[in-house]
C-alpha cells in the first residue's frame, strides 16, 4: 500500500505563493506517477499536473501552465507543487495522487490514480 499526505496549503492574496508537499509512505518502489489535483465547491476534480517518476516527464493543465511548477525527489518521497501568480480560481482543495502503471504516467484524469491523499486547502483571496 501506499500513503500520501500532503502539506502547505494557506491562504493567500492574488498574485501571491503557495508550496505543497505530497510525502509519499508505504510500498513507495511501486509508485511510477503522482499528479495534483484540485476541487473547488460544486466543481468535479480536475486535473492540474502529473509527473511520470521514472524520467521526469510532466503534464500540466492549460490553466496552470507557467505559473506552476511540480517536482520529485526520490531520495525524500516527496512531491512538491510550487505556485505562483495565484488566482482567485485557483482556491479549491488540492489532492496529491499516485499510480503505478507503467502507461498514462502522466495522465491528468482522474480514475487513473488509486491512491490518494486527504487534500489541503488552497484559498486565494482578491
Known amino acids: 500500500q501506499v500513503q500520501l499526505v500532503e502539506s502547505g496549503g494557506g491562504s493567500v492574496q492574488a498574485g501571491g505563493s503557495l508550496r505543497l508537499s505530497c510525502s509519499v509512505s508505504?510500498?513507495?518502489?511501486?509508485?511510477?506517477?503522482m499528479a495534483w489535483f484540485r476541487q473547488a465547491p460544486g466543481k468535479e476534480r480536475e486535473g492540474v499536473v502529473a509527473?511520470?517518476?521514472?524520467?521526469?516527464?510532466?503534464n500540466y493543465a492549460d490553466s496552470v501552465k507557467g505559473r506552476f511548477t511540480i517536482s520529485h525527489v526520490h531520495a525524500k518521497n516527496t512531491a512538491s507543487l510550487q505556485m505562483t501568480s495565484l488566482k482567485p480560481e485557483d482556491d479549491a482543495i488540492y489532492y496529491c495522487?499516485?499510480?503505478?502503471?507503467?502507461?498514462?504516467?502522466?495522465?491528468?484524469?482522474?480514475?487513473?490514480?488509486?491512491?490518494w491523499g486527504q487534500g489541503t486547502q488552497v484559498t486565494v483571496f482578491s
Open positions: 509527473i511520470y517518476t521514472g524520467n521526469g516527464d510532466t
Open positions: 495522487a499516485a499510480h503505478r502503471s507503467t502507461s498514462r504516467v502522466v495522465s491528468l484524469d482522474a480514475d487513473d490514480y488509486y491512491f
Open positions: 508505504g510500498d513507495t518502489s511501486s509508485v511510477y506517477s
